[in-house]
């Protein structure tokens, strides 16, 4: 596999993040599944059967950073949001084997990819084009985000230091340019992109942090010289 070496350091996370995740969803019970998660709108059971059909629309964007053709991640919108719903209401037993498979899947299509392809460019539902490194990291936010949605006693606080670190980066420098905030975690030193003299400095914990620039936390345990600000929306 030719991937840099960041992204191999990434993809050894990511295992681990999958069977924190799966030792909490074989907890469940069927019941569990139907009843509501920390999203608006969204069951535990929508949460999961998101989990699965992320990473089979991942496997999409590892096809065309290969081939070269464009293979976005979904058909559309409304293909992904009907395929979400088939899924919700499965038993517990059916969402933890189909998580697995198409995580499998993903992580096999990453050992198929040579360095030319990791430093292929693909596009995202947003419309942005990003490099196919960010593949990796996309799935880690997507594993380790959603195990808080559940809403099941897993929190920020729960993932490991770096990988904190990690998404707050992945999160950060996707911020549109006018944004004047610069994010200072206290436990772990990491800081966000600088940006010009008189950016507001926000300051808090790497997982504090991680949940406010997220939308899933107020920021009410975060420290600025002011009235704390409203991050831009994350999708």
């Known amino acids: 596999m030719g991937a840099p070496e ?48 992320n990473a089979d629309a991942l496997v999409n964007l590892c096809d065309w950073a290969l081939s070269g053709v464009r293979k976005p991640m979904y058909v559309s919108a409304e293909a992904r949001e009907a395929d979400i719903e088939a899924g ?15 995580d499998a899947r993903l992580l096999e299509r990453f050992e198929d990819l040579p360095a030319s392809a990791w430093r292929a460019e693909v596009g995202w539902p947003s419309g942005i084009v990003r490099s196919a490194t960010n593949i990796v990291v996309a799935r880690l936010n997507e594993l380790e985000v959603h195990h808080v949605d ?59 942090l991680l949940g406010w620039v997220l939308g899933r936390t107020d920021g009410s345990t975060l420290t600025t010289d002011g009235t704390l600000p409203v991050p831009p929306a994350w999708g």
Do not use: C, K, M, N
């Open 150 to 208: 559940l809403d099941l006693g897993y929190t920020f606080d729960d993932l490991p230091a770096e990988s904190r670190d990690v998404l707050l980066t992945y999160v950060t420098t996707r911020w549109p340019d006018d944004v004047q905030v610069v994010l200072e975690s206290s436990d772990t030193g990491w800081s966000s992109p600088p940006r010009p003299t008189g950016a507001r400095i926000v300051t808090g914990s790497s997982a504090a």
């Open 6 to 53: 960041e992204t191999r350091r990434l993809l050894a996370e990511l295992p681990a993040a999958q069977q924190r995740l799966l030792e909490t969803v074989t907890q469940l019970t069927d019941d569990d599944v139907l009843r509501p998660s920390a999203l608006p709108g969204w069951s535990r059971g929508h949460v999961l059967s998101h989990l699965a059909r």
């Open 88 to 102: 919700a209401a499965r038993p517990v037993a059916v969402q933890a084997e189909d998580i697995a498979a198409a």
